[in-house]
């Protein structure tokens, strides 16, 4: 059994490349929540939204977010009548957020809704969020400390990143699922998708129980680089390492993760820095990252699993 | 100055006309909030709706309600993961629902929210909810009670009618504007547009103060028959005047009204009922009812000043 860390976009393209490849009773994806956040009075869940439309294929790859084929009359009219326009909510995503809503209201927890959102699209393998309990990812910059979405979307990550807090994370535990997954017996390794290791994976990390989880598991841990030739595939990751004087490449997010991975995997636009990072004691696979198709994601993901084969956990 | 007392598409139909007839500052129509109800988290007011967007000119004709050129791709994705779906949501129309809500949470009284809508769509008449407080039409049947929105849409007006009462009508006043209309001393007539007189009309009247305050204006009190040759344009109101044993003409109107009212606008095709009513001491005007353009509504709300003009209250 494998459990993936994700976040958005690129950890959907790997969870959906493990879904080709492993069976539903074979995969737990842990997605994560850090981003979540409250607006016009529904609870929006970016990072479990885009895995979910990722996996019932319904996500838009042009846009890189929500659904395909949307439409914008809500939107439109709420500019009309003056409301909140600066989180862009399509007509169909809209249902998804009250639904949730309506659920999360009810006293479901966010494991149950997002269960009950994967049955009504028929996904079979596990998403679960990183923890029922509502927590949020600070952004630490120069210009102060901002939610997520208000320095991603309002601020365009424009001010210079220094690193993140969470609100409420002290009191969090990891969603049951995701716990019972980490000491499953039949646990053979942990994958951290190719997603920003600042705002998607280290609030993973975060929730209470989970980092010493991961490395009691006794299995290899593999990341894959979220950086591709000094480039991140989307989003800040690169403005982030750059602000916090870490190279922008494989080699960074080998030094970020440190000793927690057992192996990385980078892409051939990378091949130089292999040594490199493999003399720090991380097992290395380079081959093609950037996923641009359902091919590019199945082999991405066979290639992960085959280089957590080879590897065993740091000491044991 | 006008004071009409509105439900919904007959109701806004009328309101269209005066307002084509007086200025703003001559005009306050004031509207059925019994109706209104929470759907997903949102406070759906349908006959403020009706009246808004007819007012906007944005208004389906066709459909009867809701927002022309409307699309249904919240709706469909909501059906899809199985969320609630009994009452149709367009997106356009949903944008109203959350802007509104999201102003009531933050404190507005629904008389403010109304006021912002109207000036976001350039509506330069006053369009009040009869009251700021929370109250609901709930119609008596032989089957039990039911709050109107269930008896309306769930159970399409099947099961038999006997009465309505409201919930939370004890503590209710008028919405201030509505409350001062009605003292102001340019007011010159009152008019009931041809709305159901149990489930639009009637909640007005119920509002505690407003009867009171109709009687005691000392203008003359206008009723325009929203039933037109034993039929009710749209909606209930014909099943329930039989159902509750009374003439389905505009004689049934009046019947109902009684003392209340001074004068009845009725139809062409009731040419033949003016004498008997009449007879029971109310002015008659016969003339065009069905509302087809914005002449026909113009030209109603016409005669229905003439009507006003030829009268006095009762008792002055």
């Given at each position: 059994?494998i459990?993936?860390?994700?976040?958005?976009?690129?950890?959907?393209?790997?969870?959906?490349?493990?879904?080709?490849?492993?069976?539903?009773?074979?995969?737990?994806?842990?997605?994560?929540?850090?981003?979540?956040f409250?607006?016009l009075?529904?609870?929006?869940?970016?990072?479990?939204?885009?895995?979910?439309?990722?996996?019932?294929?319904?996500?838009?790859?042009?846009?890189?977010?929500?659904?395909?084929?949307?439409?914008?009359n809500f939107?439109?009219?709420?500019?009309?009548?003056?409301?909140?326009d600066?989180?862009?909510?399509?007509?169909?995503?809209?249902?998804?957020?009250?639904e949730?809503?309506?659920?999360?209201?009810?006293?479901?927890?966010?494991?149950?809704?997002?269960?009950?959102?994967?049955?009504?699209?028929?996904?079979?393998?596990?998403?679960?969020p990183?923890?029922?309990?509502?927590?949020?990812?600070?952004?630490?910059?120069?210009d102060?400390?901002?939610?997520?979405?208000?320095?991603?979307?309002?601020?365009?990550?424009?001010?210079?990143?220094?690193?993140v807090?969470?609100?409420?994370?002290?009191?969090?535990?990891?969603?049951?699922?995701?716990?019972?997954a980490?000491r499953?017996p039949?646990?053979?390794?942990?994958?951290f998708?190719?997603?920003?290791?600042?705002?998607?994976?280290?609030?993973?990390l975060?929730?209470?129980?989970?980092?010493?989880?991961?490395?009691?598991a006794?299995?290899?841990?593999?990341a894959?680089?979220?950086i591709?030739?000094g480039?991140?595939?989307?989003?800040p990751?690169a403005?982030?390492?750059?602000?916090?004087?870490?190279?922008?490449?494989?080699r960074?997010?080998?030094?970020?993760?440190?000793?927690?991975?057992?192996?990385?995997?980078?892409?051939?636009?990378?091949?130089d820095?292999?040594e490199?990072?493999?003399?720090t004691?991380?097992?290395?696979?380079?081959?093609?990252?950037?996923?641009?198709?359902?091919?590019?994601?199945?082999?991405?993901?066979?290639?992960?699993?085959?280089?957590?084969?080879?590897?065993?956990?740091?000491?044991?």
């Amino acid at each position: 059994m494998i459990v993936a860390l994700a976040g958005g976009v690129g950890g959907a393209k790997l969870a959906h490349g493990l879904t080709r490849i492993l069976d539903p009773s074979e995969l737990v994806i842990a997605v994560n929540t850090g981003d979540d956040f409250l607006h016009l009075d529904y609870f929006i869940c970016p990072d479990l939204d885009s895995v979910l439309y990722k996996l019932a294929d319904i996500n838009d790859t042009e846009r890189g977010w929500g659904i395909r084929d949307e439409t914008w009359n809500f939107m439109e009219s709420l500019k009309k009548i003056g409301g909140e326009d600066w989180f862009q909510l399509g007509d169909k995503d809209l249902a998804t957020h009250i639904e949730r809503t309506r659920r999360l209201t009810e006293g479901q927890t966010l494991s149950e809704v997002t269960r009950a959102l994967c049955q009504q699209h028929k996904i079979a393998h596990s998403i679960v969020p990183m923890t029922d309990h509502r927590v949020g990812t600070v952004v630490d910059t120069k210009d102060g400390d901002f939610f997520f979405q208000d320095y991603f979307v309002r601020l365009r990550c424009e001010p210079t990143f220094t690193g993140v807090h969470y609100k409420g994370m002290e009191e969090a535990v990891p969603a049951p699922q995701f716990k019972a997954a980490l000491r499953d017996p039949s646990l053979t390794a942990i994958m951290f998708c190719p997603s920003n290791p600042y705002v998607s994976i280290d609030p993973i990390l975060s929730v209470p129980g989970v980092f010493n989880a991961l490395n009691n598991a006794g299995v290899p841990i593999i990341a894959v680089s979220p950086i591709i030739g000094g480039q991140a595939v989307k989003g800040p990751a690169a403005k982030m390492m750059a602000e916090l004087g870490l190279p922008v490449s494989p080699r960074g997010i080998a030094q970020h993760y440190g000793n927690l991975i057992d192996g990385l995997v980078i892409d051939n636009e990378d091949v130089d820095l292999a040594e490199q990072i493999m003399a720090t004691g991380i097992g290395v696979q380079v081959t093609n990252t950037l996923m641009k198709s359902a091919e590019d994601e199945a082999l991405l993901a066979q290639e992960t699993l085959n280089l957590a084969a080879t590897l065993s956990r740091k000491g044991s």
